[in-house]
């Protein structure tokens, strides 16, 4: 039940917010800064004060928020968002009437990182009702992306009723758009918001900034009926002229999912638009089913980006049907086609085809099972392995390509199979009898998966046994092997492939499993980074060519200073860039080469208020969790702000999109060199 009166606070507060009326006696007074906010990481109290962190103890740090110095309160505010500790509220809440503007600022920002409610009253109290020239804008527009962080239904509410703000109000419409998204991806959204959404996103009279994230609203909440707003999506997805907003405003439209909506994404296609816009129109096929869209999806398998060709090929395995197997075979057939649309255009025959053309089957099973023996890389393998996970007769197959020479990306890989095939509802009916000697090859896979504590099957088996009731569990003593296992893994670094097997464990116990978390265990080096610029450049030199990026030591010390040290021993050099995933990230860095791998020690998220996601070309941590970062790292296409606030930004890409979109997934960093 609502808290009635709280309710009510909420509304008389929020509309003094939307009407933005002047009132002199509730700010505190302004206080030039002077210079005390520019520091060097080199000054030891900043050292301190980001050590505290090492420590994980909120008290380390409370001091701090007390200090007369305002840029260590600033500091140490902005350090307890990489906490999000509860317990931290009541020392945030107190600096939210600092005399210092950013210090205020740091403590809303990391209130929000927080996100509980017991903060939405003192953030909404803290809110300047001035003018839109006033000097309290930056702050008032944190606070209404923090409430969307944290407030409850009542603030959302309020804050997706206001009409009061124009285009001349930049950072306001802005925390406006900010507050709407976050609320949205807490799964809350009030209706009302939907026309003030389009109203932003598709007019050019507003700050990109606020279209930006009103086109990320409407691209990313899948509950949002959008079919009356047909016609002035259209006209923005064709006028558009940002990139970036276009590309959301594709993704949006298409999910109407009509032939009008059809017909816009293939004009769109036909007018060669950039890769990223092109990959966004592929991806929106996938609200036209029944193979509506097969047409576009063949064109875009012949597309020279192999990206955009991978979407294509994926559409036809999800959507396409018997009736595209003639032009699929033609274009597996095809030089110069990707090996990972290949794969996937001969898993989507074998989908497709009837089970009864036994001869047309046996032929597409035969040219994958040419292609595996010719793979040079793993991640072709892998690829093309992977293609048979729903071939249930091809199982003593695939577990025959997991010897000791098979690579980690291909036993992981094989893994993932062994569970798509378990689960398939055919597979009793080829292998019949607990006797079938299918259950001992299996077996005999699964435990030599676990006795050389192979961290990415591992994670998969866990998951295989979190479902599986068969006749498997009476062969495999998960008990048993899961401790020998475990007794094989490393922590902090097999973190997450421990909690999968805890997870397991748990649930066939009938018991609660809390996840572990890892503490960090990875000193920041100072003498290194007190040798630095406070922007460092980096080249990354890979198959495809250079990316050049600048690194923030002091948004991200201690991501900075790892990836410095990873440099200069050479660790990058030769590493496979193992996960490339269209128009999102590539990921790099992970020593076993399947995305399971990391170092002996883990490095701590940082999260700086100074910087977020809604851009293109960000370099940040790979990550399982609060914590866990070492060595694997991403880049982005295009903005993603969902990721804001739960992964270390350290950089970003000054020089190479073009590589980037080039780059493809087995592509190999030839080095990396700090180039200044």
């Known amino acids: 039940m609502k808290n009635i009166q709280l309710d009510r606070y909420l509304k008389v507060v929020m509309l003094l917010i939307s009407s933005m009326i002047f009132v002199i006696s509730c700010f505190p007074p302004v206080v030039e800064d002077k210079g005390d906010m520019f520091y060097t990481i080199s000054d030891p109290t900043v050292q301190s004060i980001i050590n505290a962190q090492d420590r994980r103890l909120t008290d380390s740090i409370i001091p701090y928020l007390s200090h007369q110095k305002a840029l260590y309160r600033k500091l140490a505010a902005n350090a307890l968002g990489s906490f999000q500790d509860s317990l931290a509220i009541p020392h945030l809440i107190g600096l939210l009437h600092d005399d210092q503007e950013l210090v205020r600022q740091a403590a809303v920002f990391s209130l929000g990182q927080i996100g509980h409610k017991n903060a939405e009253r003192d953030l909404i109290n803290a809110f300047i009702g001035v003018d839109s020239t006033g000097p309290f804008m930056k702050t008032n527009s944190m606070i209404l992306e923090a409430l969307g962080k944290s407030g409850t239904d ?32 807490r799964g809350m959204f009030c209706p009302e ?62 999910r109407i999912g009509s032939p009008a909506t059809l017909t816009l994404l293939e004009d769109l296609y036909s007018r060669g638009l950039d890769v990223r816009i092109q990959s966004n129109i592929i991806r929106g096929l996938q ?84 292609q595996i023996q010719k793979s040079q890389s793993p991640y072709e393998k892998g690829a093309y392995i992977k293609s048979l996970h729903n071939e249930v007769l091809e199982l003593p197959y695939i577990i025959s390509l997991g010897g000791k020479n098979a690579s980690f990306v291909v036993k992981t890989i094989i893994t993932e199979c062994i569970e798509s095939i378990l689960k398939n509802k055919s597979f009793g009916l080829y292998y019949k009898g607990s006797k079938n000697p299918i259950y001992s090859m299996v077996i005999e896979y699964l435990n030599e998966q676990c006795n050389s504590g192979n961290v990415g099957s591992l994670a998969v088996i866990a998951s295989i046994f979190r479902s599986e009731t068969g006749l498997l569990k009476y062969y495999f003593k998960p008990d048993s092997m899961f401790g020998i296992a475990k007794n094989v893994l490393k922590l902090p670094r097999d973190i997450e492939t421990y909690n999968e097997i805890e997870t397991t464990l748990a649930k066939m116990n009938h018991t609660k499993y809390e996840v572990k978390k890892v503490a960090y265990n990875h000193p920041i080096d100072w003498q290194k980074l007190n040798k630095l610029k406070d922007t460092i450049n980096v080249i990354i030199t890979t198959d495809k060519g250079a990316l050049n990026l600048e690194l923030y030591p002091k948004l991200a010390p201690g991501s900075v200073a790892n990836f410095i040290t990873l440099i200069q021993e050479s660790f990058f050099n030769d590493k496979f860039i193992h996960r490339v995933v269209p128009n999102f990230v590539i990921q790099a860095g992970c020593p076993r080469g399947d995305g399971y791998g990391g170092l002996d020690y883990t490095i701590r998220t940082e999260i700086n208020s100074s910087i977020n996601f809604q851009g293109e070309g960000l370099v940040g941590m790979a990550s399982a969790g609060p914590d866990t970062e070492c060595s694997q790292f991403f880049i982005t296409y295009s903005p993603t702000p969902h990721l804001d606030g739960k992964y270390t930004i350290f950089g970003k890409m000054t020089k190479g999109m073009e590589v980037l979109m080039a780059i493809n997934q087995g592509d190999k960093i030839i080095d990396v060199k700090v180039a200044n």
């Open 154 to 185: 009542s603030s959302m509410n309020l804050i997706c009723k206001i009409k009061g703000y124009t285009p001349k109000d930049t950072l306001l419409l802005y925390g406006q758009m900010c507050a709407l998204y976050r609320f949205g991806m």
């Open 193 to 254: 918001g939907l026309a003030l959404l389009i109203e932003i996103a598709t007019h050019n009279q507003y700050p990109e900034s606020s279209r930006l994230m009103a086109a990320h609203s409407l691209q990313r909440f899948k509950n949002l009926d959008l079919t009356k707003y047909f016609d002035v999506l259209k006209s923005a997805c064709i006028d558009e002229k940002n990139v970036n907003i276009r590309m959301c405003l594709i993704l949006a439209t298409s």
């Open 287 to 370: 609200h036209f089913g029944g193979g509506s869209a097969s047409h576009l999806a063949l064109r875009a398998v012949q597309n020279p980006s192999a990206q955009v060709s991978l979407l294509g090929a994926q559409y036809l395995v999800d959507h396409g049907t018997e009736l595209n197997e003639d032009e699929m075979t033609s274009l597996a057939l095809q030089r110069g086609l990707s090996w990972q649309a290949k794969a996937l255009l001969y898993e989507a025959l074998l989908v497709h085809i009837p089970k009864y053309k036994v001869l047309t089957r046996r032929d597409i099973i035969n040219a994958i099972k040419n």
